[in-house]
């Protein structure tokens, strides 16, 4: 009876391991800006190029920065949240229209609602490659000093709203 | 009539071959930097499809990042600093070779020390079973009985 005893229970240890690792998103990769300065940019206002907007101008603000396209499937799953997030007016969502043709990104927003405070244009992607983006839509929640702390990868869905983003965006607006 | 479908018949089927040869990208106009721009984006991992590697992959970001070795390497940055700038926006995991640190001690050392203690285990497993084949010599009887087993036929 002993004999079998060890085997079973590295069995189960190896189970348990295997499952929790089922639970994980591979897709998901830990950010290495959490709690480090967020990339300062300069990029060209989506609405009017020939006005830029820079990210310092957010100084002492939270705000949020969510990288999105018109050509992104996901996108659109994740737009009604970011419109219902707009109109309680609670913090300010910057958009980054990420390697997006001008034209179709104020079309896309004109059909779907613009849920933006602004909309910038990341035409190369390279202040998306700062942001560490490797696939949109991604979001950054910015801290008043301009500290990046927390970030979202893929559609922020109602639950990951309610349940992480409005309260820490609370808490740092405190 | 059927003969003269058939030759634009045959060309159509050439159709795929031809699509795919533009994914061949022109190199850089230098080769020797393009060389070191793939050996070094060998080593790192394509975030969007993760199993590849950046020299691999045609996804649009790998296309991109590739960009940002080559310029950064044009402007005499070491490979060193360039993959700086990888880990400091991608974190650890665009590395193919993990750094040695404290958090990946287990996944640097875990097997050696698996293989450590198999070896233990084996050697404690011989020691016991040698000891106990000592401990239980032949009777008379059963050399006899051996003897006449395999004795002189």
């Known amino acids: 009876m002993t004999k079998f005893i060890l085997p079973l229970i590295l069995f189960v240890v190896l189970a348990v391991f295997l499952a929790f690792g089922l639970t994980r998103d591979p897709r998901e990769i ?9 990339p300062a940019f300069v990029l060209p206002q989506l609405a009017d190029p020939s006005k830029s907007f820079s990210s310092k101008e957010m100084r002492g603000k939270v705000w949020l920065l969510n990288g999105w396209a018109s050509w992104c499937v996901a996108c659109r799953d994740e737009h009604p949240v970011l419109l219902e997030l707009s109109r309680m007016g609670v913090v300010p969502v910057y958009g980054l229209d990420y390697k997006d043709e001008r034209r179709a990104g104020l079309a896309w927003l004109e059909e779907f609602g613009d849920p933006y405070a602004l909309s910038i244009s990341d035409t190369d992607g390279r202040v998306a490659i700062d942001y560490g983006i490797y696939g949109v839509p991604e979001t950054f929640v910015i801290d008043r000093e301009g500290v990046v702390r927390y970030k979202h990868t893929g559609p922020i869905t109602v639950e990951a709203l309610q349940k992480k983003i409005l309260p820490l965006v609370r808490e740092l607006q405190k | 009539m059927r003969r003269a479908l058939l030759l634009p018949a045959m060309l159509l089927l050439l159709l795929p071959i031809a699509a795919r040869a533009d994914e061949a990208k022109p190199l850089a106009d230098d080769p020797v930097l393009e060389k070191r721009v793939m050996a070094l984006s060998e080593t790192l991992r394509c975030l969007v499809c993760q199993n590849e590697s950046l020299a691999g992959s045609h996804a649009d970001l790998a296309v991109d990042l590739r960009q940002q070795i080559r310029e950064q390497m044009k402007a005499g940055k070491s490979d060193e600093e360039i993959i700086a700038f990888m880990t400091d ?6 590395l193919f070779l993990p750094p040695v640190k404290s958090t990946t001690y287990l996944l640097w050392f875990g097997p050696f020390l698996l293989l450590a203690a198999s070896v233990a285990v084996a050697l404690l497993y011989l020691k ?4 106990r084949a000592g401990d239980d010599p032949l009777s008379e009887a059963e050399r006899k009985r051996v003897e006449t087993l395999l004795g002189d036929s």
């Open chain 2, 89 to 94: 926006r991608y974190g650890d995991f665009v």
């Open chain 2, 128 to 131: 016991r079973r040698r000891a």
């Open chain 1, 30 to 38: 830990p950010s290495p800006l959490i709690n480090k300065p967020a």
